[in-house]
């Protein structure tokens, strides 16, 4: 099964499509690149197979097909903790991609997903890091999905994570950290800048005991890396992350110790007040089974 992938063209002054895809995606090299055009394996929103040599254009939705001669097999499974006419609600473990990204297109959530229900028209209507652990929700019925996207685009949607970090004694919690996060550099960091804040989090701690605290942190707003970038720049980076405060190896790294723990909201179809939770946990340090 292959599932087609979106991307909404961003800034940048390549020539052409092919120069901004090389780039944007470095793991794939040129040639494949161009075999996929070859085949029509690029598409515009309509579904109209792209050239190459087509200029790049900011904003421009492409639709294009991950394939993957050698993907790797996470050993570790989803749990559907909840599913009706509209709604499928996963609990998903660390390390498991939502959507097809890299190296991964079977072995995702999504494909698992569709896979296990039969349904094609499963989305998910929100994504976690691949080294999170937790809730995500999907849609069932392209009828109903713009109901609940509506949710996380109005902030109608409650989020709770727990994390594990170093201890913060020294700060008075709850911590409310505002900050303006934006790109930063290589390009799948974020980083923080002075401006405008358009991120916001609520850090309470749970347990304090030694060097390691259990925390829960309550995001306001849903900027990529939040948490991570604020837990970092409280002086508390999550544990087993290997992006914040900077760049690590990979190689036998513990999960990241971030979870999403629950999500409440009131159901724009029936009304009713919806509260689901991860019956996931964190433990540093993490069992030798976890590690990628």
């Not at 690029?42 to 991950?66: H, N, T």
């Not at 349904?119 to 109901?147: I, K, M, Y």
Request: with cysteine; glycine share 6%.
């Amino acid at each position: 099964m292959s599932l087609p992938s979106r991307l909404q063209l961003p800034p940048g002054d390549w020539p052409t499509l092919l120069d901004g895809l090389c780039v944007r995606f470095p793991r794939i090299d040129r040639g494949q690149w161009l075999d996929r055009f070859a085949r029509g394996r690029v598409q515009d929103a309509q579904g109209r197979a792209l050239a190459a040599d087509q200029p790049w254009q900011l904003g421009l939705e492409i639709v294009y097909f991950r394939e993957v001669s050698a993907e790797p097999v996470i050993p570790f499974s989803e749990t559907v903790l909840y599913q009706d006419a509209h709604l499928l609600v996963a609990d998903k473990p660390h390390y498991l991609p939502v959507t097809p990204a890299g190296g991964y297109v079977r072995e995702t959530l999504l494909a698992r997903l569709v896979a296990r229900t039969g349904n094609p028209d499963l989305v998910p209507l929100h994504r976690l890091d691949r080294l999170t652990a937790g809730l995500v929700l999907f849609s069932q019925r392209p009828d109903s999905r713009d109901a609940y996207q509506r949710l996380f685009r109005e902030r109608r949607i409650e989020k709770i994570y727990e994390a594990l970090a170093p201890a913060l004694p020294g700060l008075p919690f709850p911590q409310q950290r505002l900050s303006r996060i934006v790109p930063g550099e290589p390009f799948f960091r974020m980083a923080e800048m002075a401006g405008e804040p358009n991120a916001r989090t609520q850090v309470e701690v749970i347990a304090d005991d030694g060097a390691v605290w259990h925390y829960r942190l309550r995001p306001q707003t849903g900027r990529k890396h939040q948490l991570r970038v604020h837990m970092a720049a409280l002086g508390a980076p999550i544990l087993g992350d290997d992006l914040y405060p900077q760049l690590r190896p990979m190689d036998d790294a513990p999960p990241l110790q971030l979870l999403a723990r629950a999500l409440a909201f009131q159901d724009p179809l029936s009304g009713e007040r919806r509260v689901f939770s991860s019956e996931r946990s964190l433990r540093w340090p993490p069992d030798p089974i976890e590690r990628a």
